[in-house]
Protein backbone atom coordinates (compact mmCIF):
# COMPACT_ATOMS: atom_id res chain seq x y z
CA UNK A 1 0.00 0.00 0.00
CA UNK A 2 1.72 3.25 -1.18
CA UNK A 3 0.45 6.25 1.01
CA UNK A 4 0.85 10.17 0.05
CA UNK A 5 0.68 12.26 3.46
CA UNK A 6 0.36 15.82 3.90
CA UNK A 7 -0.10 18.33 6.16
CA UNK A 8 -1.35 21.74 7.08
CA UNK A 9 -2.34 22.89 3.46
CA UNK A 10 -4.29 25.67 4.61
CA UNK A 11 -6.62 26.05 1.81
CA UNK A 12 -4.06 26.04 -1.04
CA UNK A 13 -2.37 22.83 -3.03
CA UNK A 14 0.76 22.55 -4.58
CA UNK A 15 -0.06 21.20 -8.26
CA UNK A 16 2.68 18.62 -8.46
CA UNK A 17 1.58 16.96 -5.45
CA UNK A 18 -1.41 15.24 -7.59
CA UNK A 19 1.69 14.06 -10.22
CA UNK A 20 3.95 12.76 -6.60
CA UNK A 21 0.90 11.11 -5.64
CA UNK A 22 0.15 9.78 -8.74
CA UNK A 23 1.24 6.29 -7.49
CA UNK A 24 -0.84 6.42 -3.94
CA UNK A 25 -3.23 4.15 -2.77
CA UNK A 26 -4.70 6.65 -0.56
CA UNK A 27 -3.93 9.89 1.02
CA UNK A 28 -3.75 11.25 3.96
CA UNK A 29 -4.10 14.52 5.57
CA UNK A 30 -3.17 15.50 8.96
CA UNK A 31 -4.72 18.28 9.34
CA UNK A 32 -5.05 22.17 8.56
CA UNK A 33 -6.84 21.42 5.41
CA UNK A 34 -8.17 24.87 4.99
CA UNK A 35 -10.97 24.71 2.70
CA UNK A 36 -13.73 21.83 2.23
CA UNK A 37 -12.56 22.35 -1.23
CA UNK A 38 -9.65 21.30 -0.78
CA UNK A 39 -10.26 17.69 0.70
CA UNK A 40 -12.49 17.51 -1.85
CA UNK A 41 -10.33 17.95 -4.71
CA UNK A 42 -8.65 14.79 -3.00
CA UNK A 43 -10.94 12.89 -2.09
CA UNK A 44 -11.47 12.52 -6.14
CA UNK A 45 -8.49 12.09 -6.67
CA UNK A 46 -7.58 9.18 -4.42
CA UNK A 47 -9.63 7.73 -1.53
CA UNK A 48 -8.54 10.10 1.26
CA UNK A 49 -8.39 10.16 5.24
CA UNK A 50 -8.01 13.58 7.37
CA UNK A 51 -8.63 14.78 10.53
CA UNK A 52 -9.16 18.60 10.94
CA UNK A 53 -6.96 20.81 12.68
CA UNK A 54 -6.97 23.86 14.66
CA UNK A 55 -7.80 26.01 11.74
CA UNK A 56 -9.89 23.95 10.20
CA UNK A 57 -13.43 25.31 10.49
CA UNK A 58 -17.68 23.96 11.27
CA UNK A 59 -17.83 22.63 7.79
CA UNK A 60 -14.26 20.42 7.83
CA UNK A 61 -15.29 19.50 11.30
CA UNK A 62 -18.21 17.88 10.25
CA UNK A 63 -16.93 15.54 8.21
CA UNK A 64 -13.40 14.89 9.42
CA UNK A 65 -12.50 13.97 13.82
CA UNK A 66 -10.10 15.17 15.35
CA UNK A 67 -8.57 11.62 15.76
CA UNK A 68 -8.28 9.04 12.86
CA UNK A 69 -7.42 5.48 14.20
CA UNK A 70 -7.27 2.48 11.88
CA UNK A 71 -5.58 -0.36 10.38
CA UNK A 72 -3.35 0.47 7.45
CA UNK A 73 -2.43 -3.63 6.26
CA UNK A 74 -1.39 -5.02 9.68
CA UNK A 75 -0.53 -1.53 11.28
CA UNK A 76 -2.26 0.43 13.50
CA UNK A 77 -2.11 3.84 12.38
CA UNK A 78 -3.70 7.11 15.03
CA UNK A 79 -3.48 10.52 13.05
CA UNK A 80 -4.18 13.33 14.80
CA UNK A 81 -3.31 17.24 14.00
CA UNK A 82 -1.64 18.54 17.17
CA UNK A 83 0.23 15.60 18.90
CA UNK A 84 3.54 17.17 19.80
CA UNK A 85 6.92 15.16 19.08
CA UNK A 86 8.64 12.07 20.52
CA UNK A 87 10.20 13.48 24.16
CA UNK A 88 7.26 16.36 24.07
CA UNK A 89 3.79 14.76 23.54
CA UNK A 90 0.86 17.30 23.93
CA UNK A 91 -0.94 16.23 26.80
CA UNK A 92 -4.00 15.90 24.70
CA UNK A 93 -2.74 12.84 23.45
CA UNK A 94 0.35 11.50 25.77
CA UNK A 95 -2.19 9.21 27.87
CA UNK A 96 -3.21 7.19 25.12
CA UNK A 97 0.26 6.69 23.53
CA UNK A 98 1.23 5.44 26.78
CA UNK A 99 -1.35 3.34 27.52
CA UNK A 100 -2.16 2.37 23.68
CA UNK A 101 0.38 2.95 21.34
CA UNK A 102 -0.19 2.95 17.41
CA UNK A 103 2.51 1.30 15.11
CA UNK A 104 2.51 4.61 13.79
CA UNK A 105 1.60 8.13 15.20
CA UNK A 106 1.35 10.63 12.43
CA UNK A 107 0.48 14.46 13.05
CA UNK A 108 0.77 17.80 11.87
CA UNK A 109 0.72 21.65 13.39
CA UNK A 110 4.06 22.01 13.54
CA UNK A 111 4.84 22.75 10.21
CA UNK A 112 8.37 20.68 10.68
CA UNK A 113 8.98 17.46 8.80
CA UNK A 114 10.03 14.97 11.17
CA UNK A 115 10.47 10.88 10.73
CA UNK A 116 11.56 9.49 13.64
CA UNK A 117 11.37 6.04 15.64
CA UNK A 118 10.43 7.12 19.46
CA UNK A 119 12.09 3.76 20.97
CA UNK A 120 11.01 4.58 24.66
CA UNK A 121 7.57 4.91 23.09
CA UNK A 122 7.95 1.69 20.57
CA UNK A 123 6.12 3.27 17.26
CA UNK A 124 7.01 5.60 14.54
CA UNK A 125 6.63 8.97 14.36
CA UNK A 126 6.07 11.41 11.52
CA UNK A 127 4.97 14.82 10.17
CA UNK A 128 5.14 15.36 6.77
CA UNK A 129 5.94 19.60 7.86
CA UNK A 130 3.64 22.15 5.59
CA UNK A 131 2.45 21.19 1.77
CA UNK A 132 0.81 24.72 1.82
CA UNK A 133 2.29 27.91 1.41
CA UNK A 134 0.78 29.93 4.35
CA UNK A 135 2.62 29.43 7.84
CA UNK A 136 6.34 30.02 9.00
CA UNK A 137 8.05 26.99 7.24
CA UNK A 138 10.43 27.74 4.80
CA UNK A 139 10.02 24.45 2.52
CA UNK A 140 6.74 23.07 1.34
CA UNK A 141 6.76 19.58 2.06
CA UNK A 142 4.92 16.18 2.09
CA UNK A 143 5.70 12.54 2.50
CA UNK A 144 5.08 9.71 0.68
CA UNK A 145 5.66 6.10 1.64
CA UNK A 146 5.03 1.83 1.59
CA UNK A 147 3.12 -0.13 4.53
CA UNK A 148 3.04 -3.92 3.32
CA UNK A 149 2.16 -5.72 6.16
CA UNK A 150 3.59 -4.39 9.42
CA UNK A 151 6.70 -3.16 7.05
CA UNK A 152 6.65 0.27 6.92
CA UNK A 153 9.09 1.44 4.72
CA UNK A 154 10.36 3.55 1.57
CA UNK A 155 9.60 7.13 3.11
CA UNK A 156 10.85 9.85 0.85
CA UNK A 157 10.61 13.38 1.49
CA UNK A 158 9.13 15.63 -1.10
CA UNK A 159 10.19 18.86 -1.37
CA UNK A 160 7.75 20.84 -3.13
CA UNK A 161 9.81 24.08 -3.31
CA UNK A 162 10.21 27.44 -1.25
CA UNK A 163 6.97 28.92 0.22
CA UNK A 164 7.99 32.40 -0.88
CA UNK A 165 8.40 31.00 -4.49
CA UNK A 166 5.09 29.71 -5.30
CA UNK A 167 5.37 28.71 -8.96
Known amino acids: MKIGLLSDTH ?29 DELAAFKPLRAVYGNVDNAVIRTVYKEHAIFLAEEVRVWITHIGGYP ?24 HIAKVMYDGKSG ?25 DGKN ?5 LIELGERSKII
Request: proline share 5%; charged share 25%.
Open 87 to 110: GHYDKRVVRELRENPPDLFICGHS
Open 152 to 156: IHDFE
Open 11 to 39: GWLHPRLFDHFAECDEIWHAGDIGTIEIA
Open 123 to 147: FLFVNPGAAGYNGFHKFMTAVRFQI
